[in-house]
């Protein structure tokens, strides 16, 4: 098992940037793909990046690509989004979650932390 805690989360003004982590505790989060969601307000949680667990290559939406950045420190056990440009349509709140096949499917998820919420204003 693994526990999963998201931080860093907050308000932004469009065009700024913020650090998101998810801190994993019970299991290396290199033994799993580390995906992040995230969820708008009356909007359907939707895939943002994952990095694998072998070889650590990383996948994004087309939404994020070139804006937003995933990374892990395997010494602290934690993964990072690097969220730059920010745009008030990535206002949403964001969750770290783990599984060991990936994909972009939430439901196939099994391991989340409690999210982080992220609000970029105009």
């Known amino acids: 098992q693994v526990q999963l805690v998201e931080s860093g989360g907050g308000l932004v003004q469009a065009g700024g940037s913020l650090r998101l982590s998810c801190a994993a505790s019970?299991?290396?989060?290199?033994?799993?793909?580390m995906t992040w969601f995230r969820q708008a307000p009356g909007k359907e949680r939707e895939f943002v990046a994952a990095?694998?667990?072998?070889?650590?290559?990383?996948s994004y939406a087309d939404s994020v690509k070139g804006r937003f950045t995933i990374s892990r420190d395997n010494s602290k056990n934690t993964i990072y989004l690097q969220m730059n440009r920010l745009k008030p349509e990535d206002t949403a709140v964001y969750y770290c979650?783990?599984?060991?096949?990936?994909?972009?499917?939430?439901?196939?998820?099994?391991?989340w932390g409690q999210g982080t919420q992220v609000t970029v204003s105009s």
């Open positions: 019970g299991r290396t989060c290199s033994s799993y793909t």
């Open positions: 990095i694998r667990r072998s070889g650590g290559s990383t």
């Open positions: 979650a783990a599984n060991v096949l990936g994909g972009s499917d939430f439901s196939s998820y099994y391991y």
